[in-house]
């Protein structure tokens, strides 16, 4: 195998390597997974060749490599950790961008294998250094594995395919395709939430996407990564809420309002992750096929100076990238298990970010109304203005304080209308799961109890919601202030059939009606 390095160029190392794996099984050898061995060797003699100095082009340098790559307790291991390096240098790099789904299927006994194969290379050669590269070889073949020195395998064993079962998370993912196409997913979130159409498509296509990279990750799918914008109440926490009840992955809602660039100041970015490990019961594959809701993101992004002068959110903002595209995070765990830390792999997890954003209307509307900059920035009435998906660019979000690297992984934008006084006379009445069926349900369930509420009260609760400027946050607060006493006292009361909320009662000014 030394000679690999005498070959000229990636053509020639590739044939040579493949060459030398079909003498190995004519000679009794075997491997369960030939192109999973082919593609960690042509990735590993890759490395060497092009990071590495050329002192450490030497058979050496991969046994000990071969070594690091072991997996201990299913943590990912060194090896790993360099070639993710390896392609941050080089990303431009074939075999180190493919090195990740490498690192994914590779096993310790696939490694076993390759340490047998080069231990029969090694007995074939009667070179000065075979004895000494023999030996690297058992120190290597333990240093991470504590177990004795094997010789070379030559017995059948078991398929790939029959080593590893599939997760049984991925039968629910195939279920749900089965029975949930995106305009599926809509209708199901239309039964709870009124209006915001434009967002609940955006949704739907994109929890459909990410079923789908789940289930054929060998088609490299693109991950739809989502930005809600919207003012409070508006509906972008319901979305999520209701999406998780159906959806065959863990889903988890993480206020982003406290989190800090320094964690030893405050919360840090890695307990989103930590909550969906926690979510998922601890099953590392279950939590990387994850959905992770960022909420009141928008409170990372005003730029917040040091006395110095440096910038915390640009720090904070830069953490998050790696996170959102897809890398390795070390998650602290906050739990008695031993072990103080996991590594997660992000690259399939879907990032929801959601927030008001306030100010950023105006920065979009100078682009669109009259007068707006821009060679054909279009003409509207600044008073009818309103703002949508369409309008929101990249630009104005880096103007708003986002760095363009983070606007950059978040690929879809979409953008939540304020309710006005109609729909959220609607929202109190019509849904499936209304705030006030909520509570019809529980005089009905407890105490046989109709409760009616006269379109006089219904306005009334409307106009008081409106005027607390919190979305349709503000209707269960303001209902439960209006069934206060009837919720105390109609459990004890004896005979009581209906419930009647009169204008006057739902203005506090006098007592429900009891029938």
Same mark, same amino acid.
């Given at each position: 195998?030394?000679?690999?390095?005498?070959?000229?160029?990636?053509?020639?190392?590739?044939?040579?390597?493949?060459?030398?794996?079909?003498?190995?099984?004519?000679?009794?050898?075997?491997?369960?997974?030939?192109?999973?061995?082919?593609?960690? #060797?042509?990735?590993?003699?890759?490395?060497?060749?092009?990071?590495?100095?050329?002192?450490?082009?030497?058979?050496?340098?991969?046994?000990?490599?071969?070594?690091?790559?072991?997996?201990?307790?299913?943590?990912?291991?060194?090896?790993?950790?360099?070639?993710?390096?390896?392609?941050?240098?080089?990303? *431009?790099? /074939? =075999?180190?961008?493919?090195?990740?789904?490498? /690192?994914?299927?590779?096993?310790?006994?696939?490694?076993?294998?390759?340490?047998?194969?080069?231990?029969?290379?090694?007995?074939?050669?009667?070179?000065?250094?075979?004895? !000494?590269?023999?030996?690297?070889?058992?120190?290597?073949?333990?240093?991470?594995?504590?177990?004795? %020195?094997?010789?070379?395998?030559?017995?059948?064993?078991?398929?790939?395919?029959?080593?590893?079962?599939?997760?049984?998370?991925?039968?629910?993912?195939?279920?749900? %395709?089965?029975?949930?196409?995106?305009?599926?997913?809509?209708?199901?979130?239309?039964?709870?939430?009124?209006?915001?159409?434009?967002?609940?498509? %955006?949704?739907?296509?994109?929890?459909? *996407?990410?079923? =789908?990279?789940?289930?054929?990750?060998?088609?490299?799918? +693109?991950?739809?990564?989502?930005?809600? %914008?919207?003012?409070?109440?508006?509906?972008?926490? $319901?979305?999520?809420?209701?999406?998780?009840?159906?959806?065959?992955?863990?889903?988890?809602?993480?206020?982003?309002?406290?989190?800090?660039?320094?964690?030893?100041?405050?919360?840090?970015?890695?307990?989103?992750?930590?909550?969906?490990?926690?979510?998922?019961?601890?099953?590392?594959?279950?939590?990387?096929?994850?959905?992770?809701?960022?909420?009141?993101?928008?409170?990372?992004?005003?730029?917040?100076?040091?006395?110095?002068?440096?910038?915390?959110?640009?720090?904070?903002?830069?953490?998050?990238?790696?996170?959102?595209?897809?890398?390795?995070?070390?998650?602290? #765990?906050?739990?008695?298990?031993?072990?103080?830390?996991?590594?997660?792999?992000?690259?399939?997890?879907?990032?929801?970010?959601?927030?008001?954003? $306030?100010? +950023?209307?105006?920065?979009?509307?100078?682009?669109?109304?009259?007068?707006?900059?821009?060679?054909?920035?279009?003409?509207?009435?600044?008073?009818?203005?309103?703002?949508?998906?369409?309008?929101?660019?990249?630009?104005? #979000?880096?103007?708003?304080?986002?760095?363009? $690297?983070?606007?950059?992984?978040? !690929?879809?934008?979409?953008?939540?209308?304020? =309710?006005?006084?109609?729909?959220?006379?609607?929202?109190?009445?019509?849904?499936?799961?209304?705030?006030?069926?909520?509570?019809?349900?529980?005089?009905?369930?407890?105490?046989?109890?109709?409760?009616?509420?006269?379109?006089?009260?219904?306005?009334?609760?409307?106009?008081?919601?409106?005027?607390? !400027?919190?979305?349709?946050?503000?209707?269960?607060?303001?209902?439960?202030?209006?069934?206060?006493?009837?919720?105390?006292?109609?459990?004890?009361?004896?005979?009581?059939?209906?419930?009647?909320?009169?204008?006057?009662?739902?203005? =506090?000014? /006098?007592?429900?009606?009891?029938?």
């Amino acid at each position: 195998m030394n000679k690999v390095f005498i070959c000229k160029n990636d053509a020639e190392t590739a044939f040579y390597i493949e060459r030398r794996m079909a003498e190995y099984q004519d000679c009794g050898g075997n491997f369960t997974s030939p192109g999973l061995v082919y593609d960690y #060797l042509r990735i590993l003699i890759h490395y060497i060749t092009v990071v590495r100095p050329f002192a450490e082009h030497n058979l050496d340098s991969i046994l000990k490599l071969m070594g690091a790559s072991y997996k201990e307790k299913g943590f990912r291991t060194p090896f790993w950790a360099i070639i993710r390096d390896a392609y941050n240098a080089h990303p *431009n790099d /074939e =075999l180190f961008y493919k090195a990740r789904n490498v /690192e994914r299927e590779i096993t310790n006994e696939d490694l076993d294998e390759i340490f047998s194969f080069m231990e029969y290379e090694l007995l074939q050669d009667s070179g000065d250094m075979t004895e !000494s590269y023999l030996g690297t070889l058992a120190v290597c073949r333990v240093k991470y594995q504590q177990s004795k %020195v094997r010789n070379i395998h030559m017995k059948e064993r078991p398929r790939a395919e029959e080593k590893r079962e599939a997760p049984l998370f991925l039968k629910d993912c195939e279920r749900f %395709v089965e029975q949930y196409t995106p305009e599926k997913i809509k209708a199901y979130l239309d039964r709870f939430i009124l209006g915001q159409d434009e967002s609940k498509e %955006v949704l739907s296509t994109a929890v459909y *996407n990410h079923m =789908l990279r789940i289930l054929h990750p060998e088609e490299k799918l +693109l991950k739809t990564n989502v930005l809600m %914008v919207g003012p409070s109440g508006c509906g972008k926490t $319901e979305i999520i809420r209701r999406l998780s009840e159906i959806l065959p992955v863990p889903v988890v809602i993480t206020d982003f309002s406290g989190i800090v660039a320094t964690p030893w100041k405050g919360r840090n970015k890695e307990e989103s992750l930590l909550n969906l490990y926690i979510k998922a019961g601890k099953d590392p594959e279950l939590t990387e096929c994850g959905i992770v809701f960022c909420d009141e993101f928008d409170k990372i992004i005003p730029a917040k100076l040091y006395s110095r002068g440096g910038d915390i959110n640009q720090e904070l903002q830069g953490q998050l990238l790696g996170m959102f595209e897809g890398t390795d995070v070390d998650v602290p #765990l906050a739990d008695k298990s031993g072990a103080d830390s996991i590594i997660m792999d992000t690259t399939n997890i879907l990032f929801v970010c959601a927030g008001a954003f $306030e100010g +950023l209307e105006r920065i979009v509307k100078k682009d669109y109304v009259k007068g707006g900059i821009g060679f054909g920035s279009e003409v509207e009435k600044d008073e009818s203005f309103e703002m949508t998906g369409m309008h929101l660019k990249t630009e104005h #979000l880096m103007e708003y304080g986002m760095k363009p $690297e983070l606007a950059g992984r978040l !690929s879809t934008v979409t953008v939540l209308r304020k =309710l006005d006084r109609e729909m959220m006379k609607r929202v109190l009445t019509e849904p499936e799961d209304s705030i006030l069926s909520r509570y019809e349900r529980e005089l009905m369930i407890d105490d046989g109890v109709r409760l009616t509420l006269t379109d006089g009260a219904l306005d009334v609760i409307t106009d008081r919601v409106m005027d607390m !400027s919190i979305g349709a946050r503000g209707l269960n607060s303001v209902v439960r202030e209006i069934l206060a006493d009837v919720l105390f006292e109609v459990p004890s009361m004896t005979g009581v059939k209906e419930v009647l909320i009169t204008e006057g009662a739902a203005r =506090l000014e /006098e007592k429900a009606t009891y029938l």
